[in-house]
């Protein structure tokens, strides 16, 4: 690999033409492959060093601790902490919550590991004979769980996530009581000292800053994809893919159908596929066909959304309030539907799209706090 620099010099205020190149060989050092006793020890040090640190923040009286910068100093310790991370992450991903949980869990799953394969048990038996146990505790865990109900059961699970802190878990409760269980809540920060709750239709005016693109395609070939991840590293593009959920083309129009018209178009009955664009006040949708081409596209066509959010799972999509009538219609129509269908897959179907379109939005305001880093 060879890496060019070059810099113009410049002489009494004005820039001169000529430029100097200097070249630099930048070469990849060897791979290092480790195994054995010395590489296990290595590796359980990491993930110790780090397990400890997190497992202040369990308990009543916890620490904040931070793990996503901290960095080992061996190349193998390195990678034990980096599986904790590894850890931490999934979790904060599919729950949001319960990571110090799982990374004690995970750093005695691995060390009891380790001391069985020092014994000379296989690696692979040893993890398959852990998958059997995991099996029957999720069962037992399913068995025992109940269903969050009303406003003492929401305060009790958010004063886990909350540090037992009374006024945030009183606010959680009452701006999840108010958008509802299918509803969006979205963190910003306040420019204030207080933190305050901003119901739907309260949000205030933001400046453009950037007018990106977001493509919901039902699916997009592999070539397509790298030439968008190339002119978006480039600075070309600023552009967001995602795939349209579902299964089966009736259920995923379906869906397609009740974005298109919150956010103020109606679908093609033939459409499998929304570009949209996106600006400071949320995202323009263009609904189109087989037959349509982007380059008969025009700005007629796009409609408007307040905001969308992606994340690694999941797109959300918040209409603009001018759409408040005819998406109320769409769920009345879906609740009619519902009624008279009797067929489990129909009706499972109506209830996802219900559920989708009936929740609120709010935005909590947090005021801006310093925290103290423990690594």
């Known amino acids: 690999m060879v890496a060019v620099f070059w810099w113009e010099h410049r002489e009494s205020g004005l820039w001169r033409n000529h430029r100097t190149v200097k070249k630099l060989v930048v070469r990849a050092g060897p791979k290092k492959i480790s195994f054995g006793k010395e590489c296990r020890e290595a590796l359980q040090a990491g993930i110790d060093k780090l397990a400890v640190a997190v497992s202040l923040t369990s308990g009543p009286k916890s620490l904040l601790t931070v793990i996503s910068s901290y960095r080992a100093s061996g190349f193998n310790e390195n ?13 904060n991903d599919l729950a949001g919550d319960d990571t110090t949980t799982a990374i004690i869990l995970a750093c005695e799953m691995i060390e009891t590991a380790m001391l069985a394969v020092a014994f000379g048990a296989n690696p692979v038996s040893v993890k398959k004979g852990m998958d059997v146990p995991v099996k029957d505790l999720v069962k037992v865990l399913k068995k025992n769980s109940f269903p969050v109900k009303g406003k003492d059961h929401i305060k009790a699970v958010a004063s886990i996530s909350a540090g037992n802190d009374e006024y945030v878990r009183n606010l959680i409760a009452e701006t999840i009581e108010e958008v509802g269980f299918d509803g969006v809540i979205s963190l910003e920060s306040s420019s204030t000292s207080d ?43 600023n552009v ?36 949209a664009v996106l600006d400071s006040s949320g995202a323009h949708f263009l609904s189109g066909d087989f037959v349509l081409t982007l380059e008969s596209v025009t700005s007629d066509q796009l409609s408007v959304a307040r ?28 609740r009619k ?19 989708k379109l009936s929740g609120g939005l709010a935005v909590i305001m947090v005021r801006d706090q310093a925290f103290i880093k423990s690594y």
Do not use: W, Y
């Open 79 to 91: 990678a034990g902490a980096m599986l904790i991370q590894e850890v931490a992450s999934k979790m």
């Open 240 to 275: 967001a893919v995602v795939k349209c959920p579902g299964f089966g083309d009736r259920k995923k129009a379906a869906l397609l159908q009740d974005i298109a018209l919150m956010t103020g178009r109606s679908l093609l009955p033939t459409c499998c596929v929304i570009h």
């Open 307 to 334: 905001k969308v959010t992606i994340t690694s799972n999941s797109t959300t999509i918040v209409a603009d309030p001018s759409t408040k009538a005819e998406i109320q219609a769409i769920i009345l129509q879906i």
């Open 195 to 237: 933190t305050s709750v901003i119901i739907e239709g309260m949000k205030g005016k933001t400046m453009q800053l950037s007018v990106p693109l977001l493509i919901i395609a039902k699916d997009i070939p592999k070539q397509v994809l790298e030439t968008l991840e190339v002119n978006t590293m480039r600075g070309l593009l």
């Open 337 to 355: 539907d519902l009624a008279e269908t009797d067929n489990a897959a129909p009706s499972k179907t109506l209830s996802e799209r219900n559920a």
